[in-house]
C-alpha cells in the first residue's frame, strides 16, 4: 500500500508539531545567551569553519577564542564554564542580569571586532572531536545569514539566530514519534499520545531552542526509528536498506554516540525475518534462518552507511590511530584522582541516577536551574510504569500471534495452504524492543563510559540526562501505548497534554526564578523585561518570540478536547491503518500489503 496515512497525519499531531516549535522558540530566549550546555564551545567551532569557508579542524588542533569566554561572561548567569578572576575568589556561582544592565543593542560587537577571534593559550576546544556534519550546517546558516546582511549582525544576535536553525532541526520530533507508532502497528490515537507526550520535557525544550548537536542527532535517530520499526514488521526492500543506511551515516557523521545504533539496525532486519518464518524445526533453526534471510537488507543499509560515513572514522583512525580521539582522553586521567580515593558504586550509582532523571526532565544549562526533583522522579516513575504496560501487553499480543499461527498451519494440515495468517492487534513484542533499543543503548553508552572516568579520575562526569533525547522518538511509542492502557481511550488524551502543560509551567517558572528573578519581589514583568533586554533579537521581535508558546498550545488543548467529544479524527482500535511510508520513507514494511491485519508466512 502506499504511504497516504504519512501525508495526512491527524489534526492533534500537526497541532503538536506546531505547539512543539513554538515552545522551542519561546525557550531560545528564555533561555540566557551561552548559558545551555557547552554553547560558547559550540558557538566558537561554528565561527571557526565559517570563517575558514568549512575547513574542519583536528580534534585537539582548535583553541577557544576571547570571544567565547567575553558572550559567556557578558550573557551567562552560571559562572561555571567562565568566571571572572574575581568570581573565582569570590566563589560566586551566579550572576544577576536586571533589564537595567544589559549592554545596549546598539553598540553589540560583531563576531571579528578587536581581540574576539584571538585565542586563549592552554584552553582548548573539545568540539571538533566531533564529526562535522551538524557545525558544518550550523556554518553554512551563518555564510547565508551574513551574505544577506553583511556585517550587521551582532555575535549575540547570530547566536540567537543559530538557536532558531536549531528549533527547524529537531521540531520534528512529535510527528517522527507518532509515524513510529503508526508504522509499528499502532492506531493513530497511540501515535498522537506519543507525539503530544514529547511537549511534557522542559529540558528537551530548553536543548531544542539552543546551540547543541543533540538537535540535529536527535531527529536523524527519529527518522532512523521510524524506518527500523518498518523493518521489524518484515520491510526488507532494497529502497527502505538505502534510507536505512543514509539516516545512519546523516548520526555517525553527527555525533560518535551512533556507534550503538548498527547492532540496533541488524537486529531490527532480524526480528523482521523472524516474524516471517515458520519455525518448523524449532525456535533456534528459526532464528537461523531469519538471520540468512536478513543479510541482503542489511548489507544494502550497512554498504550505504560506510559510504556515507566511514570516510570520517577511516580518516581518524589513520590520523591518530582512534576510532574517536578527544582531547578529553589527556586530562581525565589517573592524575585527577581525590587522594585516598576508592571506587565506590553506591556513590557511583546514585550519582548516576539522580543525575540521569534531572538531566533529563528539567537541570538547566550548568545544572544551576532546576525543576523539583520529586517532580522529575515521579515523572520517570510514572513512564516506567506505562513502558512496564506496554511490555505487558506486546507479550500478550505476540503470545496470541503464536497461537493463531499455530492454528493456521493446524487447519492446513486438513486444507489448502493459505498464503497468510491473521497478525495481532498492536505492536509486538519484538517491534516494540526494537523502538525502544537506541533509548537503551544510549543509557548504556552513558552508564558504562561515565564508569570509566569515575574509575579512572574519581570524577563523576559525562551524566547527562539529555543524552538520551535521541531514543525518544522510539521510546514514546512504548509510553504512549502504556498511557492508553492506563487511561482509557476516551480520556488518555486529555490527562497527557493535562501532564504536559503541568511540567512545562514548572519548567517555565523554574527558568524564570533561577535566571532571571532571584527572588518573587519583583513579579512577573520584571522577569520579562530582562529576558527581553539581554536577548540577542530587538525587543518587539524577542518578546513576540518568548509569547509565541501560548496560542498553538492552547490550539491544542481545543483539538484534544474536541476529540475525546467527537472522536472523528483518530482512528479506533479495530479500523485497519495503511502500511508502509511509500515513497517518502521507504517501502511497505509488508511488500503491499496491510500487516495491521495480516502477517505474510
Sequence with gaps: MSGH?????????????????????????????????????????????????????QYDALEQKKGAFWICQTYAVSVKWCPTKAEAAAHTTVRPRPADEAPPKSSRPVWNAGTFTRAVPGRHNQMP?????????????????????????????ELAYLRLIN????????????????RAGAD????????????????????GGALNNDNLFSTL??????????????????RTGILVGLATAGALLTKGFAAVLPPVVVLAYVVGARGQVVAAAGRVRAWLDAARAAVVPVVIAGGVTFLGAGWWYVAKVAATGQLMPSI???????????????????????????????????????????????????????????????????????????????????????QDRSDEVPAPLGPTAGVLAICSLPFVLFAVFVTVRSWVIYTGTSRLAFQQGRYLFAGLAGMSVLTALGAVLAFGRKRVLEVVVGAVIALQIVGVLAAFHGWWALGWSSGPIQPIRAVV????WPDPIALTLLLVPVVPMGLLVRAIWRASVERTDLRGPDQPEAGGLGALLGGDPADARDQSLTYPR
Design 5 to 57: 496515512w504519512l501525508r495526512h497525519p491527524p489534526k492533534v499531531v500537526v497541532l503538536a508539531t506546531i505547539a512543539f516549535a513554538a515552545l522551542l522558540i519561546g525557550w531560545s530566549v528564555l533561555t540566557p545567551l551561552a548559558e545551555a550546555p557547552d554553547e560558547p564551545a559550540h558557538l566558537g567551532l561554528i565561527l571557526e569553519v565559517a570563517r575558514h569557508d568549512g575547513a574542519y579542524p
Design 129 to 157: 572531536q566531533h564529526p562535522p556534519l551538524y557545525y558544518e550546517a550550523m556554518a553554512g546558516a551563518l555564510k547565508l545569514e551574513r551574505a544577506l546582511t553583511p556585517g550587521t549582525w551582532s555575535v549575540d544576535h
Design 167 to 182: 528549533v527547524l532541526m529537531v521540531v520534528p520530533l512529535p510527528f517522527l514519534a507518532w509515524a513510529t507508532a503508526r
Design 188 to 207: 493513530d490515537l497511540v501515535g498522537s499520545v506519543a507525539a503530544v507526550s514529547l511537549l511534557g520535557i522542559p529540558q528537551l525544550a530548553h536543548i
Design 221 to 238: 535517530v527519529g527518522v532512523l526509528a521510524v524506518l527500523l520499526a518498518g523493518v521489524a514488521r518484515g520491510d526488507r526492500s532494497a
Design 328 to 414: 578529553e582522553n589527556a586530562r581525565l586521567t589517573s592524575a585527577l584522582k581525590h587522594r585516598g580515593f576508592h571506587v565506590s558504586p553506591w556513590k557511583y550509582g546514585t550519582s548516576l541516577v539522580s543525575k540521569l532523571v534531572e538531566g533529563f526532565w528539567g537541570a538547566y544549562g550548568w545544572r544551576s536551574v532546576r525543576i523539583p526533583v520529586p517532580l522529575s522522579f515521579a515523572a520517570t516513575l510514572g513512564s516506567l510504569v506505562l513502558v512496564w504496560l506496554a511490555v505487558q501487553r506486546a507479550r500478550s499480543s505476540s503470545r496470541r500471534a503464536q497461537v493463531l499461527v499455530a492454528a493456521a498451519e493446524s487447519a492446513n494440515d486438513h
Design 533 to 536: 533586554a539581554w536577548s540577542g
